[in-house]
């Protein structure tokens, strides 16, 4: 008997691919890579578009900043409704909400046991209210996650800038995170220092933004009080500020991300090299990605003069493209009135978006094609590429290591139009793909109608123009480890 060799063996054996139906067993799934994310953060990137409540004594004295000596007694919502407040966010779609328990005045929306400066201390309620309380139990009736804005700089306190602020900021930290249920994400901002009453002071401190708060202390603190919670900042550590207050990511904007500070060096909330926050780091050590923070008026709080300035809802289609179309998470601010409403002008953009939002993305255009891999890993069915189409993330399509430049075919017996692609990869394996465009067959080529780099939980190709195909491909053409897409979508932009 004639003995082959190992190479003449592998060329005898048909390719497993090649073998119809013959599905292979037990194949691994491909080795991660680079910086992966955490449980929270997997849970955040289904969050995608969120809500965020601006609403203290601002709302009441038409500022954006408030000093730190206002009344408390300035607070008094006269119909407030957290129920109805909540209910508008969830029937745009939005999966969570974020208040502002503390903004940089200082006062707290809850009866906190640290200062005096709290709605304890405001006829509102006869200071038996709680704003905390009612829009984080609102939340959970109605099934959305809650989430805690609390202002580092506090232009309250007289403490401010002395080592006994930093231990009562953690204090606020604890209420918060121990009194409210589970929290699902934490934001410090990143304005800090500064102008302020200070207990009667009256005058300007400044801290030192990379010691002053001994920021991985106050995080270590809050892992151990709410394991899932995503901190965000500037800088993360789970979660980074995008870099602008429009709304929008870069393009190509990876999910990895090495912060440094604003002139370089280490970089801390508040000092932060911003325009690099738009894109992120390929291949950068941590996992941290962009959250786009946008209001729907010109200010973050609620101003009679911005009611005629709220954003279109094809404005807010817009900014979701740019910040969950590209990876990023999309947190709107919206901010109560005076009554401790949203403004109805308001309600009436955020029904206009999800409305648009509902009927875009309502079904996937692609579902019923027929589809060939020019590579399924293993040729194993766990991996194959109809899970492209099965409208969950945790099903993917992968190929065997080293065929990183693979593709996949969509056909189908009649032409689909569209407008709108939408890719997620599966980001539990890291940031893979760095390369990739989507092309029709026309005529009697292929055509691209969009190209992209980072895929990343989500990103959308919004075309100029509808297109109608019956055949279409998705080519990944660079990808330093096997490429694993969970997602393809196609969808026509609702009018
Ligand atoms: C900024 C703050 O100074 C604004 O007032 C607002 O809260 C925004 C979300 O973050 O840094
Ligand atoms: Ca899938």
Redesign the pocket.
Known sequence: MRTLSRRQLLKAIPAASAIPFAWAANTAEPAPYGALPSAGQLLWHEKEFYA?L?FTINTFTDK??GYGDEDPNLFHPTAFDAEAIVGHLKACGMKSVML?CK??DGFCLWPTKTTDHSVMNSKWRAGKGDVVREISDAARKAGLRFGV?VSPWDRNAASYATPAYVEMYRAQLRELLTQYGPIDEIWH???NGGDGFYGGAREKRNIDRNTYYDWPRTWEMIRGLQPNAVIFSDVGPDIRWVGN?RGIANETCWATYDPVGDKGGPASPGNVNAKQSMTGTRNGAKWIPAEC?VSIRPG?FWHEKENAKVKTPRQLLDLYYQSAGRGAGFLL?VPPDQRGLLHENDVAALSGVGDLLKRTFARNLAVGAKITASNTRGANKQFRAEHLLDGNRATYWATDDGATESEITFEWKKPVTFNVIRLREEVRLGQRVEEFVVEVWQDSGWSAVGIGSSIGAGRILRLDHEKSATKMRLRILRSPAAPAISEFGLYLEAS
């Open positions: 965020f601006h954006e900043w502002t903004h940089h804005y901002d990143g304005a207050e923070d973050w601010n």
